[in-house]
């Protein structure tokens, strides 16, 4: 048996592709900057929102009613005929001290504290209760509130919309 040993030989050339370990480690590191970069804007968004546009302190007193009666596939509705609302909304700066204090005057159970302008999260936490925001101004738009701060509360079938002049 003759056993026979070959020996090839001949250029090298670098490895032109990246190492597949490495560009995985960049995508991921890039991956987590953009999220925590993103993370932080959603973070800052939630502490402190956009402020309502076109919301302004109230310097006299307003009054209106809103009907929330509708019409779907031919039929009035009105759900307050249906339904009551338990407590008011209260919708106000809270970066007022003046609005702040207004706010505060109203128990807790039956009364719903909407920001228009504020953190809700720092305030939730410093008065140890729910606070909500209007985002995008749904609640000022639909009950047509110019001035704050403002309760919205049940009348029977329809909703008392009050700006009050502090």
Request: charged fraction near 25%; proline fraction near 7%; charge should be negative.
């Amino acid at each position: 048996m003759i056993l026979a040993l070959i020996t090839v030989s001949g250029l090298t050339f670098p490895v032109l592709e990246p190492d597949p370990i490495a560009s995985m480690q960049a995508q991921t590191e890039k991956f987590i900057e953009q999220h925590k970069a993103d993370g932080a804007a959603l973070e800052e968004f939630l502490e402190n929102p956009t402020p309502v546009e076109g919301i302004e302190k109230a310097s006299v007193g307003k009054t209106h009613r809103y009907d929330p009666t509708f019409t779907h596939e031919g039929q009035t509705i009105n759900p307050l005929d249906e339904i009551s609302i338990p407590g008011a909304l209260l919708l106000f700066d809270s970066t007022d001290p003046e609005q702040l204090a207004w706010a505060k005057k109203f128990p807790e159970k039956d009364f719903i504290w909407i920001l228009v302008k504020g953190s809700p999260l720092a305030l939730s936490s410093q008065e140890n209760r729910e606070v909500y925001f209007d985002q995008w101004g749904l609640f000022t738009e639909r009950f047509g509130i110019k001035n704050v701060p403002a309760k919205v509360s049940q009348q029977g079938n329809r909703l008392l919309v009050e700006e009050v002049s502090l």
